[in-house]
């Protein structure tokens, strides 16, 4: 069975084209390597800083996330703060016009601070991947879908790497969180078939009952009682960004991102303690996922509002 690490290569284009071969490309472009059985899969928010969505669906899809820093902006501020409250192990890559003491200044205060700093140095960043791998979580198996299409012969075909479990061919999986029950056809990593498919694996998944038309980013392929659906999500713990310039409250209309899905909600209570929001649509969730709130409607600095920690 091959290793399997993805990394979330934000702050700067073209970086990730120089680490592998390009592949899925929409708002967020996929980038491969394989070497000796280690599958490295590295995401780039192509679409961002226009949208701001695709640096939250990479940074969800990741194990590893690589803050490349060509220079200071204002979209690699507002990368730095959103890398700041997420919870990616990170590297800090300098490109060759930021010093180490200028850098050190923008993340005094955060915990990106203490991180390893390395310089954009495409060897060394390859032999540094090459020691990562994606973290074993036992339980049943959840795969979140982050791109699919249709193929002839064969039917629909989600993307995504496997989080929580084994997939196995012939699972009978639900669509979270459609409610549509669908089953495992056949699998397929780095277009080898195989028989299933552990945490960290990039896999496409050949899905008997739903087509791909019913089928889109941000939903999970897991068994039936393994995720909510709700679409109202509660959390503790919320942590607002230091650097978030605007005055959201309850009623205020934002964005919620978890995990992949990124959705508009309404804010109905925040405290440092609590936190409700209600999403326009049913939400797959799990207790104890990060969540971010995402205000589009800021006027200046950095759209993310803050995190916590679903309940």
Known sequence: MTTGVTVAVVGATEVA?????KGTTSDVSMFNTVLEGHAVTL????QFPEKLAPLFVALAMADQCLLVVPELNRAVAETIATVDLSDRPTTVVLGPNVGDAEIARVLKGSRL?????VPLDF???RAMMEGWTAPTVDGPVEVPIDHSFPVKGVGAVALGV???GTLRAHDKLRLHPTGKDVEVRSIQVHDIDRKDAGCGERVGVALKGADADEISRGQVLAPPDALRDPPTVRGTEFTKCRYYRGDAGVGAQLHLALGLQ???ATLEELSGTA??????RPVAQRAGTPAYLIDLSVPAGPRIFGRFTTA
């Open 17 to 21: 084209k120089e680490l592998g071969k």
């Open 43 to 46: 995401v780039e928010p192509t």
């Open 113 to 117: 601070e203490s991180l390893a700093r």
């Open 123 to 125: 060897p060394h960043l």
């Open 162 to 164: 496997v989080r929580r």
């Open 262 to 264: 990124v959705v508009p």
């Open 275 to 280: 936190v409700q929001v209600t999403a326009d």
